[in-house]
């Protein structure tokens, strides 16, 4: 597996590239009765890309939870299925932060063979107070990180 961020295109005519991309391979387990990827995988998949973005920013998301009382819950969800994905293929999931708010993130994202899009979604995660699960503030340092 790996993730690679992406620099930003300088023209405003250049077709807007993810902030993160991951890859992966699809194995037996992710894989229905049929040899297609399980629906409901998408959302472990594009769950694993946002991990590993969070990550390569410097933001550790159990660390978060231990030190600062703090985690990311995912409050809505919106998928299009557009082509299978079957037993060994090599996706590529994308993030791209869309609505940075001050207690939640909207995250496009995609998930790609090759040239071709498997699956589109539009994630809404929100920050909360791990006891109580109460809406609360992004970190400071993790929107000044999103906002650059």
């Known amino acids: 597996m790996t993730g690679t961020a992406i620099a930003?295109?300088?023209?405003?005519n250049a077709p807007r590239l993810p902030a993160f991309q991951h890859e992966l391979?699809?194995?037996?387990?992710?894989?229905?009765?049929g040899g297609v990827v399980f629906y409901a995988n998408y959302l472990k998949f594009m769950e694993r890309a946002r991990t590993e973005?969070?990550?390569?920013?410097g933001f550790e998301q159990e660390l978060m939870r231990r030190d600062e009382g703090l985690m990311f819950v995912v409050s809505?969800?919106?998928?299009?299925?557009?082509a299978p994905a079957r037993l060994d293929d090599w996706l590529?999931?994308?993030?791209?932060?869309?609505?940075?708010?001050?207690?939640?993130?909207?995250?496009d994202q995609q998930v790609w063979r090759g040239e071709q899009l498997l699956t589109e979604g539009r994630i809404r995660i929100g920050c909360v107070d791990a006891a109580s699960l109460k809406p609360a503030r992004i970190p400071?340092?993790?929107?000044q990180c999103l906002q650059r």
């Open 8 to 12: 930003p295109t300088s023209s405003s």
């Open 92 to 107: 590529r999931i994308t993030v791209h932060p869309t609505e940075i708010g001050r207690a939640s993130l909207t995250i």
């Open 140 to 143: 400071a340092r993790i929107l």
């Open 76 to 82: 809505d969800t919106a998928l299009r299925y557009l």
């Open 25 to 33: 391979r699809i194995y037996w387990e992710d894989t229905d009765a």
């Open 53 to 57: 973005w969070l990550r390569g920013l």
